[in-house]
């Protein structure tokens, strides 16, 4: 009996409750915990100075015990442990909160490492609750695994060295022989041992290498299988004969002959026989909608229906809005189906989908895919502004009567990359904006100019303008601490400085429904200044915000920042964008002024590969991939390339993975690109 594929619960230590805690993180076998892999690791192998720690940033410090302080009793239930440590240059206080343990077991004169972030002023420094370990019986590299509740990294530690242990006795691979010996890869058993526990620096880097590898290849197989399926589909082809002339001479402005551009090479598409199945890439503003017009009015001549599907409500309703400026010259009336749509007028609409009088329906996901009729359904455009998924396209892949299929994605990816991340669907640029724009105005400044800045959004509040402020002080987007920040600050803004001004709070952890009030009453300008996370991507037009001021810049990457500064500029007032940081750091000072430098998202996106790798990008849910927690870490652009190859040649010969050596692949892709418990590729 192989103990690897055994339930969870069996793992010694693992009882029923932390059993249920796996199961909600997709771990039901000790196999299944060994690719949950470490978020990063507590380096304690490269310990600094305090005097050189940076206030905030999570450190490791070599240090010895002065003098253990008196317990403190604050109150009932809340005790404060102190303990005074010494690097020999300068002093600090480690400080526990209710938890006793460490303090307990560490002793005056020896020496240990301390891990945490290091705050307070010259005089004296501390570090709360950080992660202690003795001297000598460390592991240099210790794991941290993503945060759950109730799972802490100690936990999982403990757990994995079992599993680990019953790996090794049963060794399992999951690469074919042939690209283990072509690509020089380590054994997998080796990866995952070193992967939760290397043993050096060099040692996880040849275990990310294989693991990345692994990821990046099942990903790509994924995304060539989807092609490979939709080549041997037919649509209904349109007829280029139908004059778009009426449609250009209503349209208030000129199209860029980048619109231009993607417009021919849209319709032409639309007159072959096989399907389209495009991506539209063009930054925020670069006047996507429009072209999807096109489409939709091209469909429409050729007695056909468009639908365009939108993430959210207030999206849809923004589209319906323009499409009927530009539509409705031509004699068509988009309709609109969203959640609130009332019951008599759904099934009024949905009977004018039907019988074909709704030439243009848009929506939200949600509700179009759920049993509407539609008479001859000639084109699906998707716009998912920021992430667009491989679980969608998986299941716009599968969609029946084969419709042509668009993709508006506002996530300016390098060309290179997006060759790969989208390597199922053809690619258009929209890389040109609309003439006349007047661009975001960017500066990064230290915290000592915060007063400055808000009397600079003050003055522009006061000329009936209105701001953001984003302000996710670590780098994981809505975690707990980040909201709980983000209310702090919104509530001391609302007391002070900003006591005058509405003053508005979003964050991720809010339900949809009151995320898009407050989006609303921000539209609305009910609110003059919204402090926010980073969910404010999620895309709504205020033409009226004309002020962005992201705190804690140097912890986002460029494409993110860029994404943010897309919140402003939209409207024909000047508009700024303030980056706040203080680190000292050099390269997080080059890409900040990156920043002010241009405001071209692809030339931007280009920067951020060449600066930090490609792992950025695949690393992030934003761009729609699935979290592919190894490739997040790759740095080399060769690699990718080398798996696309591997990818190819596999297929070449077994273009399903039927192959009993391929099957560990198959199934791993197929988990990759389900969704909601069915295959999107199966
Ligand atoms: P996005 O690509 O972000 O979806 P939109 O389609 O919402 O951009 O367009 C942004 C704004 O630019 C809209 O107000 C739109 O009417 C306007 N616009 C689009 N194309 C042009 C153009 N060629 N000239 C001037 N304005 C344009
Ligand atoms: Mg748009």
Redesign the pocket.
């Known amino acids: 009996m192989n103990e690897l594929y055994q339930p969870i619960e069996t793992l010694a230590g693992v009882g029923e409750k932390r059993a249920a805690k796996y199961h909600k993180l997709g771990i039901h076998t000790p196999y299944d915990l060994l690719f949950h892999f470490p978020r990063t690791y507590i380096d304690y192998s490269k310990p600094v100075l305090i005097a050189d720690a940076e206030n905030g940033i999570p450190c490791a410090v070599r240090c010895t015990v002065v003098q253990k302080l008196a317990v403190a009793f604050v109150r009932k239930g809340f005790t404060i442990y102190r303990v005074v440590v010494t690097d020999g240059i300068s002093d600090m206080l480690l400080v526990f909160y209710n938890t006793p343990y460490t303090y307990q077991a560490m002793k005056s004169g020896e020496e240990y490492y301390a891990y945490g972030k290091i705050t307070g002023g010259f005089l004296r420094r501390e570090m709360q609750s950080p992660q202690v370990q003795k001297v000598g019986s460390a592991m240099l590299l210790q794991p941290v695994y993503p945060q759950t509740t109730g799972l802490t990294s100690a936990m999982m530690r403990t757990n994995i060295r079992r599993a680990l242990m019953y790996l090794e006795q049963q060794p399992v691979e999951t690469m074919p022989d042939s690209l283990m010996h072509d690509y020089q890869l380590i054994p997998l058993v080796d990866a995952l041992r070193a992967v939760h526990r290397p043993e050096s620096a060099a040692e996880l880097e040849a275990a990310r290498h294989r693991l990345a590898f692994e990821e990046l290849l099942q990903f790509q197989l994924g995304t060539l299988m989807l092609r490979h399926r939709s080549s041997g589909q037919t649509a209904v082809s349109m007829s280029e004969s139908v004059s778009m002339q009426d449609f250009y001479d209503h349209l208030p ?4 002959s980048a ?1 231009q551009k993607s417009i021919q090479t849209i319709c032409k598409d639309l007159c072959g026989s096989k399907p389209m199945n495009r991506l539209l890439q ?1 930054d ?7 072209v999807a017009a096109a489409a939709a009015a091209f469909t429409a001549k050729n007695g056909m229906q468009t639908v365009l599907m939108a993430p959210t409500e207030i999206l849809a309703q923004q589209h319906l809005h ?1 499409m009927t400026e530009f539509l409705s010259p031509l004699g068509i009336q988009p309709v609109l189906l969203t959640g609130s749509t009332k019951a008599k007028e759904k099934r009024e609409i949905k009977k004018q989908i039907a019988d074909g009088t709704a030439q243009v329906v848009i929506g939200t996901h949600a509700v179009i895919q759920k049993d509407i009729d539609f008479h001859t359904l000639g084109l699906v455009i998707t716009d998912e502004q920021h992430r667009f998924g491989v679980a969608q396209r998986a299941a716009l892949a599968e969609k029946g009567g084969c419709p042509h299929k668009l993709v ?1 994605s ?1 996530t300016p990816i390098p060309r290179t990359l997006a060759l790969i991340i989208y390597g199922d669907l053809d690619i258009t640029l ?1 890389d040109e904006m ?2 006349g724009r007047l661009p975001v105005q960017t500066f990064a400044v230290t915290g000592g100019f915060r007063e400055r800045a808000y009397s600079f959004i003050k003055s522009h509040l006061d000329a009936g303008e209105q701001a953001y402020l984003v302000c996710a002080m670590i780098e994981e987007s809505d975690t707990l601490e980040n909201v709980q920040a983000a209310e702090t600050y919104a509530e001391t803004l609302k007391q002070g400085a900003f006591s005058d001004y509405h003053v508005g709070l979003l964050h991720g952890k809010m339900k949809p429904a009151e995320k898009e009030a407050v989006m609303a009453a921000m539209k609305a300008h009910e609110i003059d200044l919204l402090v926010c996370t980073t969910v404010v991507e999620v895309g709504v ?1 205020v033409p009226n915000a004309t002020l962005i001021l992201i705190e804690n810049a140097d912890r986002f990457g460029l494409a993110q920042l860029h994404q943010l500064r897309g919140r402003v500029g939209r409207g024909a007032v000047q508009s700024y964008c303030i980056l706040v940081t203080d680190s000292k750091n050099e390269d997080a000072r080059e890409r900040l002024k990156i920043m002010s430098r241009t405001t071209n998202g692809f030339a931007i996106a280009e920067e951020d590969l060449h600066l930090r790798g490609p792992g950025d990008f695949f690393g992030h849910a934003q761009h729609g991939m699935p979290p592919l927690m190894q490739a997040a870490f790759c740095s080399n652009m060769p690699l990718v390339s080398e798996t696309q190859m591997a990818a190819k040649q596999l297929l070449a010969f077994d273009p399903e993975l039927k192959d009993p050596a391929h099957q560990a692949l198959r199934t791993a892709v197929l988990q990759l690109f389900a969704k909601n418990g069915e295959n999107g590729l199966n």
């Open positions: 402005f000129s199209l860029t619109q063009g925020v503003g670069s006047g996507k909608t429009a323009t508006m506002a929209l609309p003439k037009d």
